[in-house]
Every structure is written in C-alpha cells, then in structure tokens.
C-alpha cells in the first residue's frame, strides 16, 4: 500500500525538519548570547530574580 | 575553615568527563547483553496433539482465546504451558545483598565526609 | 564571545508559570503508559491475583513515595527534584547518584516509549494491510518532535501533555464503564476466568518487579519545582492527586482485563488495554483505546524529556558535570543544552537495545532512587526537625512510610534478582564505579559551601 510508503518518508522528514529548528536555534542562541550569561542561572535564586525582571 | 576554589576546567576536559560517563552507562546496559547473562525468559511445556481440555481450559477460556484469534490449541500451547523458572542459589542471593547494602553503606559514608565539609566552609567552623 | 543584547537580562532563570494541574499531568502522564502496556508483565510472574496484590503492594510503596516527597520537596523547592534534597540532606555523592538515577530512569523510560510508538504504528499497519513498515522513523519523529515542544518553552510542553493525558484517563474509564456497568450483557468472565496462584507465593513475590510499572515516574513532579507558581502548595497537591488517580487507573485496568483475557495471555500481551477493547466487541472502544495508548505513550516521552533534562541541567549548574549544561535558553527560558544532550542517548537506545532490558535498566535506577528516599526523610527529620524550618506539607505518622518503603524496597530487590538478577549486579557495579569517578576526581570542581542553596540554619549534629 502506497499510503505507508508516504507517511513512512514524511516521518523522516518531519524528523529532519524538526531537528534542524533545535540546531539552528541553538547555534544562533550561542553565537548571540555570551557564555556567562546563558550560565547565570542559580539554584535559589530565582524567587529574588523573578521579582527584578516581570515576565 | 579555608574557602575551597575548584580548578577551571577546560572545554576538552569537559568533553572527556561526559564521554567517560556515557562509556560506563552504555557499558552497564550492553555487557550483559553481550555475555549472554541477560534476562530470563520462560520455556513451554511442549505437548503432543494439545487439546483445551489437556491444557486446563474450561469453556469461557476456550471462548476468549477463539476471540483473541486462536482458534487451534496447538497455537495456545506454548503460551499457556510457558513458567518461569524462579529457582536461585543462597550464594548469589547472599551475593546480592552484600552488594546491595555495601553500595549504600559507602554512598551514605563518602557523602558524609563531603558533606562534613560543605557545612563548615558554609556555617563557619564551630 | 558576540556581546550581549540589551534585551537580555543580567541573570537567567527558569520561567515560574505552572499550576497544580500541570504538576498532575507531569506525574500522571510519564506513569499512565504503565496501565497500557508493561503492568501485565505481572500477571505473567505470578497469575491475575499476584498482579492485583502487588498492585496494591506496589500503591503503598508509592504512596509512601509520594508523601515523603511532597514533605521534602515542598521545603527544597529548586530543579532537580530529589538530586536536590540528597545535596542539602546526605550530601554531595549521594546527591550525583540519585541526579543519575534520575537522568537514566527517564531517558530509558523515554526510549521505551520511542519503542512503543514504532510498534504501534507497526500494528495499526499490518490492520490496514500493510506488513512489515520500517519502525524507525517513527521513533525518530516522535522523540524529535517531543524535544523540539520541550526545547520551546514548559508551559506548552505540558499543557500538552495535560490534553493528552487527561484524554487517555477518560479513555481508560469509558473501557470500564461500558464494557462492566452500561452494557446489558457484560462481556466480563471473572469467575470462570480465574484461577489460582500458578507459582504460589513465590510469584507474588516475582510480580512485584512489575508491579512497579503501574505507577513508575510519579515521582517526577518534584523536577517541576523550579517551574512552579507555589511550590509549597502546587507541588504536594498534584503529587497527591496524581497518585490517588493511578491508583484507581490501575485498579480499573486490572479489573477490565483479567475479566476479559485468560491470564496466559494476558501475561505476555504487547498492548493489553487495545486487546480488552478489541474483546468488548465494540469499534469505537477498540480506536479510542488505540488513540489512548499512543497518547499515553507520547505523554510519558514528554514528561520524561521534561524531567531528565531538569535533573541533568541541576548537575551542571552545580559543576558536577561539565558547567556547560547548566545553561538556559535566553527566550524559552528551558535548560536547552540538557534538552539536545540528551536526544541522541535517547535514540541511541530506542535504536539498538531490546525493549525488556530498557525497561528494566529504567526499573532498576527508580529503584535504587526509593531507596535512598527513606534514609533521605530519616536524616530530613533528624537534620531539621519539625520546629527548625517551615514545610509547606509535613507527612503523617513519620517513620511509618519510611520504614515501609524501605521494607518494600527490599522486597522488590528480591524480585527483580528473581528474574534480572545479573542486570541487577550490572547496574550496581555501574554505581560503585562512578562514585568513586566523582568522589576522587570530578568533585573537584565542585564549590564546596556555593552547593547549598537553602535559607536554612545549620543542621543538627554538624
């Protein structure tokens, strides 16, 4: 049956499709962003920081 | 008590910890895998010309293997027959234990010692 | 490094945006896959009334679970759940060991699922007529897919899986309702179809191992805790729940099926909730029970991804493994490093190892992980009584539920030795070796006194 053979290759491609969003995002992620600042997170600290910055 | 500064690692450094990590896992999955010493499975009962009745069925049974799509008993058979074989050596089973509790016992002593240290650097020494 | 945009801030963090419900869905949602495929393992072990007793035996062990966890995590609010508590509590080894249990629970639970998924797609196929599809694919996608939604941001991640797993609840209560109560001719045979203990009490024993699998993961909701609106309300209150409704899953699961199927069969069925509603005699039971069980399957991968990034995000932040992992993405605000880590180990296994030995490396890190929970509330207790510091749940008849989890836990020790018992020593000496890895050389880059993050006052006895 053709119908398989279809969804079998859309798979891959939905696979692939998704896998290249994560990977692009992360290498513009960390080109953009220095290091220090993707690290900054601390255990604790969140309450404290969450007041700072309104989301 | 004097303030502990860890060493910078280096990114290759970084690399070769997570690498050595991901050996031992996949090491502790696929070792046994490949000595053959994994799992147990179950081994049927071979009969000959097996019949509902030779294999303990009553109707209702026979009724729902019908509907499960076995309708010849021979096919039933080695499901039905299939146990375990749940024998075990005292040695091994004493093996077991002593692993288990030495694991605990040196996971709860080592972290203590750390963790003696983790306080004073963090409260102060007393 | 390129320099930082202005509209960065200084300090990254997770983003606080869940409720009680999202907590409810993360537990039940990694577990409710359990009810449709795996819990039958036990009644293979040791006949349809062991499967019910260790189900039962198996509620209490997470009951004990749940209530322990909710005291503990309700006052240690931060990601990392349990790696978390064992850091403030025992101390910095333990606290590696149970961060890996974590991490390898989850990700072979995900990889199961992964498998799950590839099988289904093969049997709905082979219904249509078409034999033999290439599973891969499948696996692929749906690990891809379910890392891109978690890679984007938590709150649609598991508003997800709440959608999904509340469906696949409703899914398993409309079997029970209309293949017991609303019918006129119930198709249900308990009386003929049971019989007695085919191992005796040996194999009630045995089926502890999988009676496990009936409620395995629910202890993941503590991972949501950096996540999390109130941790100190949301967290015991969705713990609480979600246990109270695989109890009652599971229970209706078992009653549904050992009706239905003679318990050989049962025993060794891929798919026990889809056969029960093919055996109702119903179609459209039979297609909502197969949406249920690739739901439920996709809502425990999601969960799992959840959990398992958190737990390894927590470790790198802390310097216990390289610092690298530790970071959060600036926009989504998720541990997006962990998240992509993790795909290809996932894959890896979903890939290449057997179904079963997954399944059991991923029952045994739960394990070892109840394990250390009992010492873990004995030493809270001792560490921090009740007048020292303020818990937002404090749980009932203390040591009580440490002292039956423990007795539990042995229990189920014996009966994976039963069955796996080399694996058992396998996934042991794995332990051992990475301890002593991390106490003598990766420690050393740990900040001593930076690890312990609580308000809290110096712990008795230190």
Not at chain 1, 16 to 42: C, H, P
Request: aromatic share 14%; charged share 15%; proline share 5%.
């Amino acid at each position: 049956m053709q119908l398989w053979d279809i969804l079998e290759y859309a798979a891959w491609g939905l696979s692939a499709v998704f896998g290249l969003l994560i990977v692009a995002d992360w290498i513009k992620i960390d080109t953009t962003y220095s290091e220090d600042v993707l690290t900054s997170s601390r255990e604790g600290e969140l309450e404290a920081m969450t007041e700072q910055h309104k989301l | 008590m004097a303030r502990y500064i860890p060493p910078k690692q280096s990114k290759i450094g970084q690399m070769i910890d997570v690498i050595v990590l991901l050996i031992l896992a996949i090491g502790a999955l696929y070792i046994p895998l490949w000595m053959g010493l994994a799992g147990s499975s179950k081994t049927p009962v071979p009969q000959t010309a097996p019949t509902w009745e030779s294999l303990g069925q009553n109707p209702t049974m026979v009724e729902k293997w019908n509907q499960l799509g076995f309708t010849d008993p021979a096919a039933a058979s080695d499901i039905i027959t299939a146990r375990f074989d749940y024998s075990f050596s005292t040695g091994s089973l004493i093996l077991m234990v002593v692993v288990i509790v030495g694991y605990f016992v040196m996971m709860v002593r080592l972290s203590d010692k750390e963790y003696r240290e983790v306080i004073s650097e963090k409260f102060g020494d007393r | 490094m390129a320099n930082t945009t202005a509209e960065a801030p200084e300090k990254l963090g997770l983003l606080r945006v869940l409720g009680p419900a999202h907590v409810w869905a993360l537990g039940v949602g990694i577990v409710l896959v359990g009810e449709y495929m795996g819990w039958n393992f036990a009644v293979g072990k040791g006949g349809a009334y062991a499967a019910l007793i260790a189900c039962w035996f198996a509620g209490l062990l997470y009951s004990c679970v749940a209530m322990i966890d909710s005291e503990v995590t309700s006052t240690v609010a931060a990601a990392g759940g349990q790696y978390t508590q064992a850091k403030h509590i025992i101390g910095p080894l333990m606290a590696f060991n149970v961060g890996l249990y974590l991490v390898f629970a989850y990700t072979m639970l995900e990889a199961a699922n992964a498998i799950t998924v590839g099988f289904l797609m093969d049997e709905v196929a082979k219904l249509t007529g078409h034999e033999g599809i290439n599973q891969d694919p499948f696996i692929i996608l749906s690990v891809m897919f379910l890392a891109w939604l978690n890679y984007r941001g938590v709150l649609a991640t598991l508003t997800f899986s709440l959608v999904i797993t509340a469906f696949a609840f409703t899914a398993v209560i409309l079997l029970f309702l209309f293949s017991v109560i609303l019918t006129g001719d119930s198709p249900m045979r308990h009386a003929e179809l049971m019989t007695d203990l085919p191992y005796g009490w040996l194999g009630v024993l045995a089926s502890m191992h999988f009676g496990l699998w009936y409620y395995l993961g629910i202890e993941g909701t503590t991972q949501a805790a950096e996540e999390v609106r109130s941790p100190a309300r949301s967290l015991p209150f969705g713990t609480l729940a979600g246990i109270m409704t695989l109890l009652i899953a599971a229970t209706l699961t078992w009653y549904v099926c050992v009706g239905l199927m003679p318990w050989e069969y049962l025993g060794q069925a891929g798919v026990p909730l889809f056969d029960a509603a093919r055996l109702s005699g119903s179609t459209w039971l039979m297609v909502l029970l197969g949406i249920g069980t690739l739901f439920a399957t996709l809502a425990s991968a999601n969960g799992c991804i959840n959990d398992a990034s958190r737990a390894w995000f927590a470790m790198g932040r802390d310097h216990y493994l390289p610092a690298w992992f530790g970071a959060v993405h600036p926009k989504y605000r998720t541990p997006y490093r962990s998240i992509i880590f993790l795909v290809p180990i996932a894959l890896i296994f979903a890939l290449g190892a057997p179904l079963d030995q997954v399944i059991t490396f991923s029952i045994l890190s739960g394990l070892l992980g109840y394990t250390f929970m009992p010492i873990n509330v004995i030493l809270f207790r001792k560490k921090w009584p009740l007048d020292t510091i303020k818990r937002g749940y404090e749980h009932p008849f203390h040591p009580l539920p440490a002292i039956t989890l423990i007795t539990l836990c042995s229990v189920t020790y014996f009966a994976v030795f039963l069955g796996y018992g080399t694996q058992l020593i396998a996934m042991i000496s794995f332990y051992i070796v990475v301890s002593l890895w991390f106490h003598f050389w990766r420690y050393r880059f740990v900040k001593r006194a930076d690890q312990f993050t609580m308000p809290w006052p110096r712990p008795r006895g230190y």
